[in-house]
């Protein structure tokens, strides 16, 4: 596996807050794990496997609400180059070279002062951050080699390894003729940085979707809606709605409202996570009977209700407008009335919703 231009940030965990790796040989170039917290391995716990770490920076992780034990290797040989490690020393791994543990200099950390953590980090390169033009070019480059003491061009886009053109904020990968440490490549004037999440909406039987099918992208943090919309003669009162994301699932961030006309507004709310949104219980409008004695149905055309007693019969659309009222209906009456889903309100409180067709 690859992991690259990540940030990870803003977890808890009991070991390895950031990443814990359990056997695997995974890669790791230019990501940025800090402002996790754990009781062990807050940046890194490795359990076994042979990983290699590559541009990385590991720091400013609190472990038991300290810092500088960013790092657990708990077994295996994870391989470091050119990486910014807190508590860098032998028993972290295998030394490839040019690894360090000094302070990047984050624009803001993910605690203040007190080591009281906070969720708002932003961990782009200070231009004093010693993390700055440390890197090593040909593990984002493809068989491109520096000369020293030759400027470097900069490098057309084939000449980067597939996707790491760009750093996680959109900007050139290598500024300056060498590369720097972590998820961010310090440039001038950085201004402010968009992250966007990914929001991908498939196709689902008997619902249609607003916006449509396909990939969609939200700011990090904003709030993503979604409006779900039954085929004729189906409903959604039993809707749920899964993402993949814990945030949305289990913390509440999701709101579904169901509206008047039989529609579902979803707002995936403070989106921090890529959404894989998944939908089940779309079912058939049942007509059934509301009550003993009282029936409502429809056939060939036609809307039927039968009441046991007399009642207040109204008959809406589903946007809400009154199209028929039956007063102190007793026994059973017709309607003809065009395609379509309806509101059937019997008495004072059973309502039912009748497909026509």
Known sequence: MLIYNTEVSHNRASTGGGLYNN???????????SGNMASSGSGFYNSEG???????????????????????????????????????????GRDGGNNMDRDPLFLRKGYDSDLTPRKDGDYRLNNSSLSVNRGYNPFVLSGFRTIVGLTLSQPTDGQYVSSLRNDLGGRARIYDDVVDLGAYEYHPNQGTIDLVHSVEIGRYPHVTTSPDQ?????????????????????????????????????LGFMKLTHNVDGTVTVYF?????????KLSGVSPVSNVSSERGDEVWSSNGLLY????????????????QLLHHLEGLLDQRSLRLSQGVYIVKLGTDTVRKVVVR
């Open 23 to 33: 056997g695997s040989s995974f890669l790791s170039v230019n990501n940025t794990l």
């Open 50 to 92: 042979r990983p290699t770490l590559r541009n990385t920076i590991v720091w400013g992780n609190l472990t038991d609400g300290l810092l500088g034990s960013d790092v657990l290797n708990g077994g295996g040989s994870p391989y470091w180059r050119h990486s910014n490690v807190s508590g860098w020393d032998a028993t972290l």
């Open 214 to 250: 396909g990939l969609h992208y939200v700011r990090s943090q904003s709030t993503f809606t979604l409006i779900l919309i039954p085929e004729l003669g189906y409903t959604l009162e039993g809707l749920k709605v899964t993402t993949g994301s814990k945030s949305q699932d289990e």
């Open 269 to 277: 709310r403070h989106v921090i996570d890529p959404l894989k949104v």
């Open 305 to 320: 209700v039968r009441t046991s007693g007399p009642k207040d019969v109204r008959i809406y659309s589903l946007t809400g």
